[in-house]
């Protein structure tokens, strides 16, 4: 079975989890504050995180951004009492895969947490470069360098689109697949006009032609495509 860590504050929360956890038939791990947390985040294995955001010497959401650093691909769900849509958002854009309002039934519980768990390998393999003609695009160091010398900084939401595009080469992806795979949001109006202009950003930095593009394809009425 899977191994859950728990970081939760709580005494009485992170003892319930763990226990319907175990019973459940899940491994368990926990840490009771988030200097705790980070100590187990760089030295266990782990499948998945439940964590509060709220938490004494570390916050959740820098244990969030140290796990994205860290485990790329480790499902995580925040447990919050936070449940104002400002809160969620900002939880999901870096990098959560659920948010769950404190309280919750149990139910609710392991249903996100099956659900995310099957969708897990989902998430876009790590590359950390991309050779394109005229350069190389260093995911890593979050920059393109052109075979003239002259380099571009990425922005961590460019890098995250090109990552995802580059983990399924040749395949056309949906502006409400990359919303929901790479960012895990719901498709929007206003959202998928933001993808179109993150592409429009990559393929200037890329030197691609957005006219008659060669790296990112445009696939008229599905979405993207890296060729």
Same mark, same amino acid.
């Given at each position: 079975?899977?191994?859950?860590?728990?970081?939760?504050?709580?005494?009485?929360?992170?003892?319930?989890?763990?226990?319907?956890?175990?019973?459940?038939?899940?491994?368990?791990?926990?840490?009771?504050?988030?200097?705790?947390?980070?100590?187990?985040?760089?030295?266990?294995? +782990?499948?998945?995180?439940?964590?509060?955001?709220?938490?004494?010497?570390?916050?959740?959401?820098?244990?969030?951004?140290?796990?994205?650093?860290?485990?790329?691909?480790?499902?995580?769900?925040?447990?919050?009492?936070?449940?104002?849509?400002?809160?969620? @958002?900002?939880?999901?854009?870096?990098?959560?895969?659920?948010?769950?309002?404190?309280?919750?039934?149990?139910?609710?519980?392991?249903?996100?947490?099956?659900?995310?768990?099957?969708?897990?390998?989902?998430?876009?393999?790590?590359?950390?470069?991309?050779? +394109?003609?005229?350069?190389?695009?260093?995911?890593?160091?979050?920059?393109?360098?052109?075979?003239?010398?002259?380099?571009?900084?990425?922005?961590?939401?460019?890098?995250?689109?090109?990552?995802?595009?580059?983990?399924?080469?040749?395949?056309?992806?949906?502006?409400?697949?990359?919303?929901?795979?790479?960012?895990?949001?719901?498709?929007?109006?206003?959202?998928?006009?933001?993808?179109?202009?993150?592409?429009?950003?990559?393929?200037?930095?890329?030197?691609?032609?957005?006219?008659?593009?060669?790296?990112?394809?445009? @696939?008229?009425?599905?979405?993207?495509?890296?060729?």
């Amino acid at each position: 079975m899977p191994t859950v860590l728990v970081i939760e504050d709580d005494a009485a929360i992170r003892t319930g989890l763990l226990d319907a956890l175990s019973a459940t038939g899940y491994d368990t791990l926990h840490a009771a504050d988030g200097r705790a947390g980070m100590e187990v985040i760089t030295r266990a294995n +782990f499948d998945l995180l439940l964590l509060d955001l709220v938490l004494p010497h570390v916050d959740g959401l820098s244990i969030l951004r140290k796990v994205r650093e860290l485990r790329p691909t480790t499902p995580v769900i925040i447990l919050s009492a936070m449940g104002a849509e400002a809160d969620r @958002v900002k939880g999901l854009n870096l990098g959560a895969d659920d948010y769950m309002v404190k309280p919750f039934g149990a139910r609710e519980l392991f249903a996100r947490v099956n659900a995310v768990l099957r969708r897990s390998p989902e998430r876009p393999q790590e590359i950390e470069s991309l050779d +394109f003609p005229g350069g190389t695009a260093d995911l890593a160091r979050c920059e393109v360098r052109h075979h003239d010398g002259t380099r571009e900084p990425l922005s961590e939401r460019e890098i995250a689109v090109l990552r995802y595009l580059a983990a399924h080469p040749g395949r056309a992806l949906s502006r409400e697949e990359i919303l929901l795979r790479v960012w895990r949001l719901p498709a929007s109006a206003s959202a998928t006009r933001t993808i179109d202009m993150h592409v429009a950003n990559l393929r200037a930095k890329l030197r691609d032609d957005s006219a008659n593009p060669h790296v990112i394809l445009t @696939v008229r009425g599905k979405g993207y495509a890296l060729a």
